[in-house]
Structures are given as C-alpha cells and as structure tokens.
C-alpha cells in the first residue's frame, strides 16, 4: 500500500471514530452545550485529554502552515477545516497526505 493510500485510510478513520463516538453521545445527551462542557471538565483527566487535543490541533495546523509556506502543501485551508470540524485525528493524516500528493506531483 502506498503512503498516499495509508494517509487517506487514517484520514476516513480518523473522521469514522470521533464522529461515531459524538452522535452516540450526542443521542444519548442531546444537544447540550452545557453538558458537553460538564463532561469535558468531569475531572483532571478529561481536562488533560482536552488541554492535550487542543494544543495538538494548534500544533498540527501551524504545521501545514509551514508547509503551506515552504511549497511542501499547496493549500493548507482544508487541514484547518478538517482540524476544526473533526479533530488532529483528521487534520494531521490529512497534512501527510497533501505533502505526499504534491511531492509526487498529484
């Protein structure tokens, strides 16, 4: 399997697992800010879990950033999108996988 194919593998796990995990917690829960925050902040734990994803996301997109700057990315808008709407669990395999689209020239 090429590099490619392994990145767009993670890429649809990546976005699978999360979201899969949300719309059963949000059928169970409903759509409440306030108990999502609740169960984010449950304890020192989840808190560090959420500290932890937050700055990964940060990092992850000063990432293609950078690549984006040094020609290695052609755009780095969707690893911001993907970042935001899913998670580092999307955002990164998705960086990878651009890297490698244009290194191989497509």
């Given at each position: 399997?090429?590099?490619?194919?392994?990145?767009?593998?993670?890429?649809?796990?990546g976005?699978?697992?999360?979201?899969c995990?949300?719309?059963?917690?949000?059928?169970?829960?409903?759509?409440?800010?306030?108990?999502?925050?609740?169960?984010?902040?449950?304890?020192?734990?989840s808190?560090?879990?959420?500290?932890?994803v937050?700055?990964?996301?940060?990092?992850?997109?000063?990432?293609?950033?950078?690549?984006?700057?040094?020609?290695?990315?052609?755009?780095a808008?969707?690893?911001?999108?993907?970042t935001?709407?899913?998670?580092?669990?999307?955002?990164?395999?998705?960086?990878?996988y651009?890297?490698?689209?244009?290194?191989?020239?497509?």
């Amino acid at each position: 399997m090429r590099l490619k194919q392994v990145y767009v593998c993670f890429c649809v796990l990546g976005t699978v697992i999360p979201y899969c995990l949300l719309i059963k917690w949000l059928l169970t829960n409903g759509i409440s800010p306030a108990k999502m925050g609740t169960a984010l902040a449950a304890n020192e734990l989840s808190l560090f879990f959420v500290a932890d994803v937050i700055l990964s996301a940060l990092i992850v997109m000063i990432f293609a950033s950078s690549e984006h700057r040094a020609g290695r990315v052609r755009a780095a808008w969707p690893v911001y999108v993907g970042t935001l709407l899913v998670g580092v669990s999307l955002g990164l395999p998705l960086t990878l996988y651009l890297r490698e689209v244009k290194r191989n020239g497509g």
